[in-house]
């Protein structure tokens, strides 16, 4: 979830449904959120209203809907891109709402967070990358064991496999940067077993497929860019946090606090900041002292100065503004323009 200073959001959510005989499944969205797409293993669906109602009436504060999931017995993920507004206006806390799967149990959970300037997000639970990709990892291989599992016909099999390969292919790749990282032995080892794991039994399933190559050598060449460009989003944004949880039931709201530091905006532009209450003070001392009109009278093209600094502190960073200024501030001390007199003149002074 991304969200601005005025409270809009917009965010992305997966889930991973285990083997089922279910053909669909609830879903459950905040009522200030609305539902950009929709996807199914990929593919584009529809949610249909859900006019059931529980014993104690549909809440206010959200909608209720279905989905198709298709075929019986494989895992699926769902996908959501969705758009609002948050619930509170933050302060030292906030509280995050996600789309949710109605009331389905939901083991784990991975947030994550980009605010605005200023804002740094401080919860406990903030994970590290590499313990990240591990959860994603083992939370594929569930998908895989559980493919390997179900009833599903070859030809269901082989289609579940080019769905999640580019997943797969991603998720090797991470998992490979991080193995061979300087993180030790004590994170090397689980990593390496699940990168074993994942290959045998990824290769395992392409079998029982009749796909006896179900990764093409031309496959992870064409897909080693979008492999990287598809890498956890935090090592390219400073911002993001990651924070993973065990979640008891469904998907309970997200609460982390804040840390709200001095302004980015300030932070980057602190020159112009001094600079601009320099001038105010120097303003309200010289309109007490009455050093303004003397100025004005003495240098009256000094106003173009000023002009030039007020328009590069609004526009900054502005170049016209700075030409500007360092005109004004040329002219003015280079005074008016006195009309020069011929070599064979006389001044003559009279009392």
Known sequence: IAWNKDGFCHGLVHFDLEANEQTWCPLVVPRDYRVLQLLVDGVPTTAHADDRRDGQGESKQERRFRILLGSRGLPRRVSIVFAGRLADNFGASGTFLSPRLGDLAVARSIWTLEGPDGVEIVDPLQARPWRIDLIRGRCLLQAIEGAARSDADASDLLAWIRVHQDRFLCLRSVLEEDRNGDEGSAVTQPIADLLDSLGRQWTALGRR?????????????????????????????????????????????????????ISAWVAERWPAVVLLGSLLALGCLGAARGWWQTLMRRRPRAWILVAGLAWWWLLTPSFLGLVIAAVGLWLTIRGPRQPRRAGDSRVVITP
């Open 209 to 261: 497929a009749g796909d006896h190559a179900p990764l093409k050598p031309d496959a992870g060449a064409s897909r080693a860019k979008s492999s990287s460009a598809n890498r956890r989003p935090f090592d390219e944004f400073e911002r993001l946090v990651a924070i993973a949880r065990t979640d008891d039931g469904g998907l309970q709201p997200l609460v982390v606090s804040f840390d709200r530091g």
